[in-house]
């Protein structure tokens, strides 16, 4: 289908694909056009060690580059593409193929990483052969490895514990948010929110369509939740779309409620659909940077509607030092509103950056898998003032890489740097962690880690709907199969969900006639 085969390059920009020459990302400082974070040397570049390293006039007299083996990018906890592709696929369409971000597939399950002690994160790094190394030869599967680097912050403490929120909820309420799993659900979202906050915490709502208004300043909790209720079941819709109006009031309203020692948050509510004033995202931002800046406040995107504005929403959160979700259903809108809320609303690093330094003697190329909207300049790692990522307590973030390793190699794979900010003193501070050729060995598939496949299957499943070539990549058919296999033995109803949402890809994918078989190129799958 169409779709499917519509993003057949995306994955290919994402740091590698074809066998050429890697771009001399080196000699501009900047990423090459197209590598997102990491580039993949040619298949029979030799080692060059640093004792051993050639000219730069003898790789650009036979038109070589040097290998670039740092992979950079900022963290990102958002969710909100798997989601509307749950959404999407059960309205009986096909996500496009811009809107898959296998990131955030990835990033919607749990992985069962070791947890730090304290502040800061744990760095976990394992993988896996694609196969048992008895399919084909080439750049087929059985010559690749899955890395996974796996990134976790301290469990999120009982609600009781964290720090009051102090919490600006601008809500869209124009004419396209009257269709149901819109308006209502944010309705329905905000009455669970006001029986789960804190007697402590403050919330305003500011409500926008051609224009916004406050509908409710900055307000405890305790003694209003039932005026707090009435406002929520005011909410009407109206006509346009003024994202910019909102937001813009938003963080004024968030400004003048600022509470020195809570989380203040800007929380916004849309299908991101913006038709009136300012509809780009970085132009809206820059309307309030300086509230950003100054008072550290925080932008959480919350999407909903069958036409949702995911991109958008993504560039606005993403600019504005936050994540995004997205909700379908009244469960899923609980499971954000409540069982996540203190990960939501706390923030335990600010600026948080990810750098994959692989070993040349082992690797002959890596493919990070999607960040390719994250991707940071190699030199930028320790650059303080470039953004990174947010992330709060209890968030898991996982970046997987396809890795073909040198035959015959032994010894470090890579090394994974993470860095951030502490989000009060702004001291910067890393943790690394480093992986060995023998822990990337044992079969991926029918292997004992569950949730390793249970992150395969879902990195395999965005790489489908974006048309991908990801090596050893199954079929729509057998993803689906694996990924019920995995809901049985990991008994999570998540993994369970992503199972029927294959599914239900599989059979639109047949229902067009699109044949889904491997490239035989790739291997037979383990």
């Given at each position: 289908?169409?779709?499917?085969?519509a993003?057949?390059?995306?994955?290919?920009?994402c740091?590698?694909?074809?066998?050429g020459?890697?771009a001399d990302?080196?000699s501009?400082g900047?990423?090459?056009?197209g590598v997102?974070?990491?580039?993949h040397p040619a298949p029979d570049a030799?080692?060059?060690?640093q004792?051993?390293?050639?000219s730069e006039?003898?790789?650009v007299?036979e038109?070589r580059?040097?290998?670039?083996?740092?992979s950079?990018f900022a963290l990102?906890?958002?969710t909100?593409?798997y989601?509307?592709?749950r959404?999407?696929?059960g309205d009986?369409?096909l996500?496009a193929?811009e809107?898959?971000?296998?990131?955030?597939?990835v990033?919607?399950?749990r992985q069962g990483y070791?947890?730090?002690?304290g502040?800061?994160f744990s760095v976990?790094?394992d993988g896996?052969r694609?196969n048992?190394?008895?399919g084909?030869?080439?750049t087929g599967?059985?010559?690749?490895s899955?890395l996974?680097?796996?990134?976790?912050?301290?469990?999120?403490?009982?609600t009781s514990?964290?720090?009051?929120?102090?919490l600006t909820f601008?809500?869209?309420i124009?004419?396209s948010?009257?269709?149901?799993?819109?308006?209502?659900?944010?309705r329905?979202?905000?009455t669970?929110l006001?029986d789960e906050?804190?007697d402590d915490d403050?919330?305003s709502?500011?409500?926008f369509s051609d224009?916004?208004e406050?509908?409710?300043?900055m307000t405890?909790?305790?003694?209003n939740?039932n005026?707090i209720?009435?406002?929520?079941?005011?909410?009407?819709?109206a006509?346009?779309?003024?994202?910019?109006?909102?937001?813009?009031l938003?963080y004024?309203?968030?400004?003048e409620?600022?509470?020195?020692?809570a989380t203040?948050?800007?929380?916004l509510l849309?299908d991101?659909l913006?038709?009136t004033?300012?509809?780009?995202?970085?132009?809206?931002l820059?309307?309030?940077?300086s509230?950003?800046?100054?008072?550290?406040?925080?932008l959480f995107?919350?999407?909903v509607?069958?036409?949702?504005?995911?991109?958008?929403?993504e560039q606005?959160?993403?600019?504005?030092?936050g994540?995004?979700t997205?909700v379908?259903?009244?469960?899923q809108?609980?499971?954000?509103f409540v069982?996540?809320?203190p990960a939501?609303l706390?923030i335990r690093a600010?600026?948080?950056?990810?750098q994959?330094?692989?070993?040349?003697?082992t690797?002959?190329?890596?493919?990070?898998i999607?960040?390719e909207?994250?991707k940071?300049?190699?030199?930028d790692?320790?650059?303080?003032s470039?953004?990174?990522?947010e992330v709060?307590?209890g968030?898991?973030v996982?970046?997987?890489?396809?890795?073909r390793?040198?035959?015959?190699?032994?010894?470090?794979?890579?090394?994974a740097?993470?860095?951030?900010l502490d989000p009060?003193?702004?001291k910067?501070?890393?943790?690394?962690?480093?992986?060995?050729t023998?822990s990337v060995g044992?079969?991926?598939?029918?292997?004992e880690?569950d949730r390793?496949q249970?992150a395969a299957?879902a990195?395999?499943?965005?790489?489908?709907l974006r048309g991908g070539?990801l090596?050893?990549?199954?079929?729509l058919?057998?993803?689906?199969?694996r990924?019920?296999?995995?809901?049985e033995?990991?008994e999570?109803?998540?993994?369970?969900?992503?199972a029927?949402?294959i599914?239900q890809?599989?059979r639109?994918n047949r229902?067009a006639g699109?044949?889904?078989?491997?490239d035989p190129s790739?291997g037979?799958i383990?």
């Open positions: 289908m169409a779709l499917l085969l993003g057949g390059m995306l994955l290919t920009a740091g590698g694909g074809s066998d020459a890697t990302r080196k501009s900047r990423n090459a056009p997102s974070g990491g580039g030799p080692a060059t060690g004792g051993s390293r050639e006039a003898d790789r007299r038109g580059a040097e290998p670039d083996y740092l950079t990102d906890v958002d909100a593409s989601g509307y592709a959404r999407t696929l009986g369409r996500p193929a809107d898959v971000r296998p990131e955030e597939f990033n919607s399950f070791e947890r730090p002690k502040n800061g976990n790094i896996a694609i048992s190394g008895n084909g030869g080439g599967a059985s010559d690749w899955l996974r680097v796996g990134l976790a912050t301290e469990t999120a403490p009982p514990e964290r720090p009051p929120a102090a601008v809500v869209d124009s004419g948010m009257a269709e149901t799993g819109r308006l209502d659900l944010v329905k979202s905000l669970i006001a906050l804190r403050s919330l709502l500011v409500t224009e916004a406050t509908r409710l300043p405890r909790v305790k003694d939740r005026r209720k009435d406002v929520v079941s005011e909410m009407q819709p006509q346009s779309t003024n994202v910019e109006a909102g937001i813009k938003g004024e309203e968030s400004v409620g600022h509470r020195e020692g203040n948050r800007v929380v849309s991101a913006a038709n004033g300012e509809t780009e995202a970085e132009g809206i820059k309307k309030i940077d509230a950003r800046r100054e008072y550290g406040i925080t995107g919350v999407g509607g069958s036409d949702y504005g995911d991109a958008f929403m606005l959160t993403n600019k504005g030092d994540n995004t997205y379908g259903d009244e469960t809108a609980r499971k954000v069982d996540q809320l939501h706390e600010r600026d948080a950056k990810a994959v330094a692989f070993d040349r003697k690797v002959q190329q890596f493919r990070l999607g960040y909207n994250r940071v300049d190699d030199e790692f320790r650059n303080d470039v953004d990174g990522g709060g307590p968030h898991t996982t970046a997987l890489y396809a890795v390793l040198r035959e015959g190699a032994s010894g470090t794979v890579a090394k740097t993470v860095r951030w009060k003193t702004r910067a501070q890393e943790e690394t962690g480093t992986v060995t023998g044992a079969t991926l598939w029918g292997g880690n390793l249970v299957v990195a395999y499943f965005a790489d489908r070539d090596p050893g990549a199954p079929g058919g057998e993803l689906a199969s990924a019920s296999g995995l809901a033995s990991t999570d109803s998540a993994v369970e969900k992503l029927t949402a599914g890809a599989d639109l229902g699109t044949d889904d078989a491997p790739e037979e383990g």
